[in-house]
């Protein structure tokens, strides 16, 4: 099955199918995705075929602004539009999950979005929401669950008395190691210079 073209909270705003716009009723052949942190994927691996933008209102594909088509590797054709930028080109090969843009309101645009759209061999439009393996409807997708935290084990209760013991961390200096907290680089700086004193090696 195709990643989501966002790591990042999902909304979707615009689903696949007949739809209202601006009080016409047409034809959306795609599925309008809204990326929390903007940074568009890829969702299979496979070329890049075309990374541009088209101005020529003439031309129907001015209404997609900034964007990237990609042949997958299962024979698909991903289209991602309204980009704000494109960071790859015609001809690079990329693989799921590689960066192809950022998220923005090119071309005929309400709004900063991801046109994201399917296609076969024939030129024929396919469910993209299907395709992602989600629900074609309008909603949030949480894609960034945090992972369950890990209970304490016999083993890690060992490790921390013995870094304790041994001075290699001591937390805030009023009884909290202050295990569940994030470290800098200067505290980890700091961890890995005492534990190398402790070993003999600094």
């Given at each position: 099955m195709?990643q989501?073209?966002f790591?990042s909270r999902i909304?979707?705003?615009s689903?696949?199918?007949?739809r209202?716009l601006?009080g016409?009723?047409g034809?959306?052949g795609?599925?309008?995705?809204?990326g929390?942190d903007?940074?568009?994927?890829?969702s299979?691996?496979?070329?890049?075929?075309?990374?541009q933008?088209?101005t020529?209102?003439?031309?129907?594909?001015?209404?997609?602004?900034?964007?990237?088509?990609?042949?997958?590797d299962?024979g698909?054709?991903?289209?991602?539009?309204?980009?704000?930028?494109?960071?790859v080109?015609?001809g690079?090969r990329v693989?799921a999950?590689?960066i192809l843009?950022?998220?923005?309101?090119?071309?005929?645009?309400?709004?900063?979005?991801l046109?994201f759209?399917?296609r076969?061999g024939?030129?024929?439009?396919?469910?993209p929401?299907?395709?992602l393996?989600i629900?074609?409807?309008?909603g949030e997708?949480?894609?960034?669950?945090?992972?369950p935290?890990?209970?304490?084990?016999a083993?890690s209760?060992?490790?921390v008395?013995?870094?304790t013991?041994n001075?290699?961390?001591y937390?805030d200096?009023n009884?909290n190691l202050?295990?569940d907290?994030?470290?800098?680089?200067?505290?980890?700086?700091?961890?890995?210079?005492r534990?190398a004193?402790?070993i003999?090696?600094?």
């Open positions: 195709a989501l073209p790591a909304r979707v705003t689903p696949y199918g007949w209202t601006n016409k009723r034809w959306h795609g599925i309008d995705l809204v929390e903007y940074v568009i994927r890829a299979v691996g496979g070329t890049v075929v075309v990374s933008i088209v020529d209102t003439s031309n129907a594909t001015w209404e997609w602004g900034n964007y990237v088509c990609v042949l997958g299962d698909y054709y991903i289209y991602y539009c309204h980009m704000a930028e494109r960071r080109v015609a690079q693989r999950g590689d843009g950022i998220m923005g309101n090119t071309g005929f645009s309400q709004g900063d979005h046109h759209e399917v076969n024939q030129n024929q439009t396919l469910d929401a299907a395709y393996g629900e074609n409807k309008v997708l949480r894609t960034d669950e945090p992972e935290e890990e209970s304490n084990t083993w209760d060992e490790a008395a013995w870094a013991e001075g290699i961390i937390g200096g009884g202050m295990l907290e994030p470290c800098t680089r200067r505290q980890m700086a700091t961890f890995l210079h534990f004193q402790s003999g090696k600094a």
